[in-house]
């Protein structure tokens, strides 16, 4: 009888297959309890609650979305009252957009469903290694230029 064969070592020391193999089960896990418009308006929801009013084209830059994609969340979002829109004060052809306290509630519900993801995803790892693996991806993409996603 053989042992379970494994991945080559080739591969299994690469940072990159790791982090490729891992950013599909994390997408995976993510699908299972947050569909693909509940991830959007989290990442909406979180890039507005962070920075404050944000323009759509600011939004669209700081998570990497398209901005016909931004629009189209924004306008589902103010539809359900969790984000408001106003032109901007300083640029009146543009607007600004900013999370509501309707918009803070959902965002909550939705970090609910995904603290429970990075659970699951890394319920291999202690609290400390959790937050040495934060803090070590952080330093690797802070040292390389923006890409989009």
Same mark, same amino acid.
């Given at each position: 009888?053989?042992?379970?064969?494994?991945?080559?070592?080739?591969?299994?020391?690469? &940072?990159?297959?790791?982090? *490729?193999?891992? +950013?599909?089960?994390? !997408?995976?896990?993510?699908?299972? #309890?947050?569909?693909?418009? @509940?991830?959007?308006?989290?990442?909406?929801?979180?890039?507005?609650?962070?920075?404050?009013?944000?323009?759509?084209?600011?939004?669209?830059?700081?998570?990497?979305?398209?901005?016909?994609?931004?629009?189209?969340? &924004?306008?589902?979002?103010? *539809?359900?009252? +969790?984000?408001?829109? !106003?032109?901007?004060?300083?640029? #009146?052809?543009?607007?600004? @957009?900013?999370?509501?306290?309707?918009?803070?509630?959902?965002?909550?519900?939705?970090?609910?469903?995904?603290?429970?993801?990075?659970?699951?995803?890394?319920?291999?790892?202690?609290?400390?290694?959790?937050?040495?693996?934060?803090?070590?991806? *952080?330093?690797?993409?802070?040292?390389?230029?923006?890409?989009?996603?």
């Amino acid at each position: 009888m053989h042992d379970e064969p494994t991945p080559p070592l080739a591969l299994r020391t690469l &940072v990159s297959w790791q982090a *490729g193999r891992l +950013a599909t089960l994390g !997408a995976r896990l993510t699908g299972a #309890r947050m569909p693909l418009e @509940v991830r959007s308006d989290f990442a909406v929801l979180s890039a507005l609650d962070d920075n404050g009013p944000l323009s759509q084209a600011d939004i669209g830059r700081v998570l990497g979305l398209d901005r016909n994609n931004v629009n189209g969340i &924004v306008v589902r979002l103010e *539809g359900h009252g +969790a984000v408001s829109r !106003a032109p901007d004060p300083a640029d #009146r052809r543009r607007n600004v @957009v900013t999370v509501t306290p309707t918009g803070r509630a959902r965002l909550a519900e939705i970090q609910g469903h995904a603290d429970a993801v990075q659970a699951e995803l890394l319920a291999g790892l202690s609290t400390a290694e959790r937050d040495d693996l934060i803090r070590l991806l *952080g330093k690797v993409l802070a040292s390389h230029p923006s890409q989009p996603v």
